[in-house]
């Protein structure tokens, strides 16, 4: 047996409760349904396969099979789909706090139904999900119907519906079943089109992280003037630009909030470069209320200092030579000014200075940078 769900996109606008229907179409297929009873119990398998629409970039769509009887009912395992910057940022959350990881399999059954539960079922756009449940069989069961509800859940709101009926009545091959389940949805605004296809254009709700690595302005050796010919700057700064401008132009957003963290590569004086980092995050946001109609109280920098997480990072990702004995170094707990004099010297005393010099070669030019730059937007009721 085959069910097509026809799945409209929900999004929510933030702290609205008006909607719009979306022109977003996506559509989950269900197969091979199977309900029937055990003594004692009540198992029901299907498989689901995911379209690859199904869930916008930063948006969750919990899929929750509900037995329902009258008023009585029992919620079963949700799948939750992820779209691809939702799901980035759930796997952050669950590095830093790994009790909230969902670690359940798909033969278990649940009566919770939040993104957040551990015992949903985690999916993405394009997946299929072989759904198994088995529950405790109880009288009110005898001629339920198996049903699904969705709860779109985006930044700001969630919105859960009743989408139909998956089967009815269970365990008689499904005398009845709805064809086609919508949800309802809202418009895009100009803020979320960005977000879904630039990585440095992020909602407000997200201020406060640092995107590392989203947009760069890169600098030479010592310097804090703006090269447009090196490297990719010159594209770099136009990008930003227009989507400043076609932010602060746009009816239903604006921008609210620019966050340019400065850099330095970790070589020479320490306060030399935090003066150095300082700077080359003033000569950006500079540039940027020069050419925008920005004001500088909507820009704020960060003195991020010697880039030793970034120089962490490039020497993990690379096979360069005495590699463990560099990360030994880097590893170290850093306690101020003179802790980092003091790795810059144990690092150039590895083997002779080699290892050293090849970093000096190929990553400190990577770390010179005003780096981290990302744009902030709000949404205009």
Same mark, same amino acid.
């Given at each position: 047996?085959?069910?097509f769900?026809?799945?409209l996109a929900?999004?929510c606008?933030?702290? @609205? ?17 199977e309900?029937y ?7 029901? *398998? ?6 690859? !629409?199904?869930?916008?970039?930063? *948006?969750?769509? +919990? ?10 009912q029992l919620?079963?395992q949700?799948?939750?789909v992820?779209g691809?910057?939702a799901k ?10 790994p009790? +909230?990881?969902?670690t359940?399999?798909?033969?278990q ?6 993104r ?8 993405g ?12 069989f109880?009288?009110?069961m ?6 699904? *509800? ?10 859960? +519906?009743?989408?139909g009926i ?12 709805q ?13 979320d089109?960005?977000?879904? !296809?630039l ?12 995107? !590392?690595?989203? +947009? ?8 804090y003037?703006i ?8 594209r770099?700064?136009a990008?930003?630009?227009?989507a ?5 132009a ?7 909030k620019?966050v340019i ?6 070589e ?11 700077n ?8 940027? @209320?020069d050419?925008?109609?920005l004001?500088a ?12 997480d970034?120089l ?8 360069m030579?005495? !590699?463990?004995?560099?990360m ?6 850093t306690?101020g ?5 003091s ?7 590895i083997?002779?200075?080699r290892?050293y ?6 990553m ?5 940078s005003?780096?981290?730059i ?5 949404n205009?009721?």
């Amino acid at each position: 047996m085959t069910r097509f769900i026809n799945i409209l996109a929900v999004l929510c606008l933030c702290c @609205t409760g008006v909607f719009a229907q979306s022109t977003h179409d996506a559509t989950v297929r269900i197969t091979n349904i199977e309900s029937y009873q055990q003594p004692g119990s009540m198992k029901i *398998d299907f498989d689901m396969q995911i379209g690859e !629409k199904a869930a916008r970039s930063r *948006d969750n769509l +919990t899929l929750i099979p509900v037995i329902k009887n009258g008023d009585r009912q029992l919620e079963l395992q949700p799948v939750v789909v992820r779209g691809r910057r939702a799901k980035i940022l759930f796997e952050r959350r669950a590095i830093a706090s790994p009790s +909230t990881a969902s670690t359940n399999t798909a033969n278990q059954y649940t009566t919770v139904n939040t993104r957040n539960s551990v015992n949903a079922i985690n999916s993405g756009n394009g997946q299929t999900v072989e759904y198994s449940a088995t529950v405790p069989f109880e009288e009110w069961m005898e001629g339920s119907s198996l049903v699904l *509800d969705g709860v779109y859940e985006n930044c700001c709101s969630a919105v859960r +519906t009743n989408l139909g009926i998956i089967e009815s009545p269970l365990s008689q091959k499904g005398l009845y079943a709805q064809e086609k389940f919508i949800i309802p949805g809202t418009h895009r605004t100009t803020g979320d089109r960005l977000a879904e !296809k630039l990585p440095y254009v992020n909602p407000m709700s997200e201020y406060g992280t640092i995107h !590392k690595g989203n +947009t760069t302005v890169y600098f030479h050796l010592n310097k804090y003037d703006i090269d447009q010919t090196y490297r990719d700057n010159r594209r770099t700064l136009a990008d930003i630009l227009a989507a400043v401008r076609e932010l602060e132009a746009a009816p239903d957003s604006r921008v609210e909030k620019i966050v340019i963290v400065g850099h330095a590569s970790p070589e020479g004086g320490v306060r030399a470069n935090e003066l150095l980092s300082q700077n080359r995050g003033n000569t950006v946001h500079k540039y940027i @209320t020069d050419h925008s109609t920005l004001t500088a109280d909507r820009i704020e920098i960060i003195n991020g200092g010697e880039d030793w997480d970034g120089l962490r990072e490039l020497v993990e990702a690379s096979d360069m030579p005495d !590699k463990a004995a560099v990360m030994a170094v880097l590893n170290e707990p850093t306690w101020g000014a003179k802790s980092n004099e003091s790795k810059k010297t144990q690092l150039r005393a590895i083997n002779g200075g080699r290892p050293y010099r090849y970093m000096l070669e190929n990553m400190f030019p990577t770390l010179r940078s005003a780096a981290y730059i990302s744009v902030y937007y709000g949404n205009i009721e």
